[in-house]
């Protein structure tokens, strides 16, 4: 399995939902870097399980070690290794999943690509539950970035057929970015839309069922000309981080399939020179990337969560021991809706892509 990624700031993650531990080491930090371990818990504690009616009701506190590369809240340059304990498994509910394939799980071509021997017990490295030390490392990458001037954040767009109002894509300002962050489970531009949010969300675990959405994501405070074509832009460094969260099956910069619909003359970005004297452009449909490479705008993206896949609802599925056919109920515990705690990790691989782009840049331009 490959599970590391980056080119100047690399992350690798470890771990299964089940296993006794998950956690990840984050080389080529730089070294005196300030980290906050309140600040940490805090974006840990937005994506941790049993924390709202919208989440599965399995309780994991979630509190990472980081057993190096730290000294007296200064990184030291070192690899910095993160442990987060697992403490709440139930994995009699997956006895039967080495032999009944879940629908829309990886339990079959994981099955396949590892002749049998992955660990399918809460989907193993497959699941979700590895999320956790992705946030945990985007929360440090995050904390260098606000230093350097950068702000992430992400709010939820869409849930079922509810929509959010979406990101000002040219005056987008670092302040509402950090007030998502402190906004609670659900965080939205619009917060009298979350009795609707919630409403869809409930209707659909008492169905034995679930239901997915769109996480929109931004950056501010880019320099422009971070990037570099043909397969280095940042378009290309940012869509593995997110595809590589479990459950995304889409990634869109700035207008993304919307441009199908437009033409040139409204695609096209104008420049303009803002009361500063600085380049800006008067719209935003490129999402602050052209050519691989940021004009300085906004960074703008928007990630498709699919529904959850574990349901309660009777499914087919085979039987790979005797050849049949069979029927499904997914036992466990589990999300009726991943998308309002999949906002801090989204928000966690942009900040990582980012602070490995910049670090990488900052490095070629060293004598």
């Known amino acids: 399995m490959s599970s590391t990624i980056g080119n100047r700031v690399r992350l690798s993650i470890f771990g299964e939902s089940h296993g006794e531990a998950i956690g990840c080491v984050l080389d080529g930090l730089p070294a005196g870097e300030p980290l906050s371990m309140e600040e940490i818990l805090r974006q840990m504690d937005r994506r941790a399980p049993g924390r709202d009616q919208t989440a599965t009701t399995r309780r994991e506190s979630d509190t990472p070690r980081l057993v190096s590369g730290v000294l007296d809240g200064r990184t030291t340059g070192a690899p910095l ?5 697992n403490e709440n498994q139930r994995s009699g509910d997956y006895s039967s999943l080495s032999r009944l394939p879940r629908p ?26 590895l999320t956790a030390p992705l946030v945990c490392a985007g929360a440090i990458c995050r904390q260098i970035l606000e230093r350097r001037g950068v702000t992430v954040g992400a709010h939820i767009l ?21 007030a998502l962050s402190q906004a609670g489970p659900l965080p939205l531009l619009d917060a009298d839309k979350a009795p609707f949010l919630r409403a869809a969300v409930e209707e659909a675990r008492l169905q034995a069922d679930s239901v997915g959405g769109i996480i929109e994501a931004a950056a501010v405070g880019l320099p422009a000309g971070l990037g570099s074509p043909m397969f280095d832009g940042v378009e290309n460094r940012l869509a593995p981080l997110l595809f590589g969260i479990p459950a995304v099956k889409g990634v869109e910069f700035g207008d993304g399939f919307g441009f199908a619909a437009l033409r040139g003359s409204q695609a096209n970005d104008p420049y303009a020179y803002d009361d500063k004297g600085a380049v800006v452009t008067t719209s935003n449909h490129n999402g602050g990337v052209t050519g691989g490479i940021t004009n300085g705008m906004p960074l703008l993206c928007r990630v498709v969560i699919k529904p ?19 029927e499904l109920i997914v036992k466990g515990r589990h999300d009726p809706c991943i998308v309002p705690r999949a906002v801090p990790v989204v928000e966690a691989a942009l900040a990582l892509g980012l602070l490995d782009m910049l670090e990488s840049e900052a490095c070629a331009l060293r004598p």
């Open 308 to 326: 959850t896949s574990s349901i309660g609802q009777k499914q087919r599925t085979v039987d790979l021991e005797t050849g049949r056919e069979a």
């Open 104 to 129: 829309g799980h990886a339990d079959y071509p994981g099955h396949v690509r590892y002749d049998g021997y992955n660990d399918i017990r809460g989907g193993g490295h497959f699941s979700g539950r």
């Open 158 to 178: 869409r849930i079922a057929e509810v929509e959010d109002s979406r990101f000002d894509p040219v005056s987008l300002q670092a302040e509402t970015l950090k």
């Open 81 to 85: 290794a993160v442990i987060i304990a």
